[in-house]
């Protein structure tokens, strides 16, 4: 057994660029598990200069210097960031408070038609059962109350903290972008000289990961502008908050939709009922998906990271539960990072690519 291994060992890591990647590679999840609450201010601010850098390069092809663009892009970004918050927050706080307030009356209307179903169905469902579920459900609704109580109370020390983490946020991505050839030039030191495989696999993920999130960015914003614009005309309630959740969905592929279609179907029958509305809504929602699936994704992402659905699904569960909503939003780049890695370790015998020097 100990002769397995030792073969097993010397055949895929004999190569010292080999061990430099594995080691890179370690060390950057183990901080990001270990340290990711703590440097989450960091991880936030790398990741938006990463996607503003595009835009940075483009005004210096166009001969613009590095420093008025990084201004500019900077400028920009807290603009469009500034100005969302301060229309979107007044729309979803209030509507929000809507929710809350109807749902004692949808939670009534609910009851009222569950208890019905075993005078329809007497053979199928018996009117114990019902009672045991609506035993159940107010059970669980106490639950989120105190949940939503406990976080009121502690509301306004979070608030404070990621009033402070914005403003450290915004000054981060402006040095990020305005000093990125220093602050690379520093870190290189720290790095060893021949480390032609990292440059290798870096390589294939800067081809694929900056163009698949700035594409999720725009797919998220025009499905959840265009979701609540129809909501709104047709009259639905909450728009702007079915509108961000159905904008938001498009983050997990394969099921996000399928989850979102619930809280949409159940606002649109408790407000109209099986009317010619409720089924207008559901087709004007179903028209939403399969334009996004079938015209929007293939146009934002014409260079698709080409993984098999269950490789998918998998690198959603498994980043999701280590890091929550952003394991879930980077799941799709994570995992062509594991691929990439795979494509670019040398087989058994092979020797790693030595000649780039960075």
């Known amino acids: ?10 055949r895929y890591f004999s190569d010292p660029q080999v061990v430099i990647l594995a080691v890179l590679l370690v060390a950057g999840f183990g901080i ?23 835009i940075v390069l483009k005004l210096q092809a166009r001969g613009m210097r590095r420093t008025p663009a990084a201004i500019l892009v900077f400028l920009l970004f807290v603009a469009v960031v500034g100005i969302s918050l301060l229309v979107l927050i007044p729309l979803l706080s209030e509507q929000v408070v ?21 005078e329809l169905y007497p053979q199928i469902i018996t009117e114990e059962q019902i009672r045991n579920m609506m035993a159940a459900v107010a059970a669980e609704l106490a639950t989120w109350s105190q949940t939503i109580l406990s976080l009121s109370i502690a509301s306004l020390q979070r608030v404070l903290t990621w009033a402070v983490y914005l403003i450290l946020i915004a000054i981060l991505v402006f040095f990020f972008l305005k000093d990125k050839d220093r602050i690379i030039q520093w870190l290189s030191r720290f790095f060893p000289r021949e480390r032609a495989l990292v440059s290798q696999v870096w390589r294939e ?11 999720k960015i725009v797919e998220i ?65 179903g028209i939403i998906q399969a334009l996004d699936g079938n015209v929007l994704v293939p146009l934002l992402f014409s260079e698709a990271v080409n993984l098999h659905p269950v490789a998918i699904i998998i690198a959603i569960i498994v980043f999701g539960g280590l890091w ?8 799709i780049p994570l995992a062509t990072l594991v691929k990439a890695v795979l494509n670019a370790w040398p087989a058994g015998g092979e020797q790693a690519p030595t000649t780039d020097r960075d």
């Open 32 to 54: 990001v598990i270990f340290f990711g609450d703590i440097l989450l201010p960091l991880l936030i601010s790398i990741v938006v200069a990463y996607l503003l850098e595009a």
């Open 98 to 118: 809507q929710f809350l307030q109807e749902l004692p009356r949808m939670i009534k209307r609910t009851q009222q038609a569950l208890m019905s179903l075993p």
């Open 1 to 10: 057994m100990i002769d397995v291994f030792r073969n097993w060992f010397q």
């Open 221 to 285: 914003l025009i499905v959840g502008v265009v979701s609540w614009l129809v909501f709104a005309l047709m009259g639905l309630d909450y728009a702007v908050l079915l509108g961000l959740l159905v904008g938001l969905s498009v983050l997990v592929p394969y099921v996000g939709a399928t989850v979102v279609t619930l809280p949409v179907a159940l606002v649109a029958f408790f407000q109209w009922g099986w009317t010619e509305e409720f089924f207008y809504l559901l087709l004007a929602y």
């Open 324 to 331: 929550g909503f952003w394991g879930v939003f980077f799941a």
């Open 205 to 215: 993920m800067d081809l694929q990961i900056g163009n698949y999130v700035r594409g």
